[in-house]
């Protein structure tokens, strides 16, 4: 299992009337925290887009627990669980400065071929990159 933290400060065009994080912005924050965690393996957007890689989400869930307001630190812990084959599969879990889970949510991705819009198997730099992590230990 691989897992990253990456921390954000709600900014305040960010935050509804009410002062709370909208909603939406969860999103946003889910794929910061993917891209973040991925780069530390030596995959990015940019690597991806030039090997003709596209990673569009095709399943996102997300459970609101706990408003978060404007400048509130939080945690994002991704958890990559499984070496991905065509999907890749991403858990996230929110947490606040006082160690209070705010939120969760999964997201799916799957590989395409950029100029055939056609999904196929994993890379083989995204296995060369992650496999280590998922080797089992004697």
């Not at 993917?34 to 030039?50: A, H, P, S, W, Y």
């Not at 196929?120 to 730099?125: A, C, R």
């Amino acid at each position: 299992m691989i897992i990253g933290e990456y921390k954000i400060r709600p900014r305040y065009n960010e935050v509804d009337q009410m002062g709370y994080v909208y909603h939406a912005n969860y999103v946003n924050y889910c794929h910061q925290a993917r891209t973040e965690l991925l780069r530390q393996f030596g995959i990015n957007d940019k690597v991806l887009e030039d090997n003709n890689i596209m990673l569009p989400v095709i399943e996102m869930n997300l459970r609101y627990l706990k408003p978060t307001g404007y400048d509130e630190e939080l945690t994002v812990r991704t958890k990559i669980k499984e070496l991905p084959k065509v999907r890749f599969k991403f858990e996230f879990e929110f947490e606040n400065g006082k160690g209070e889970k705010t939120c969760t949510a999964t997201s799916t991705v799957v590989f395409v071929d950029s100029k055939t819009r056609k999904p196929h198997q994993v890379p083989d730099m995204v296995v060369s990159a992650l496999q280590n992590e998922f080797q089992l230990v004697v």
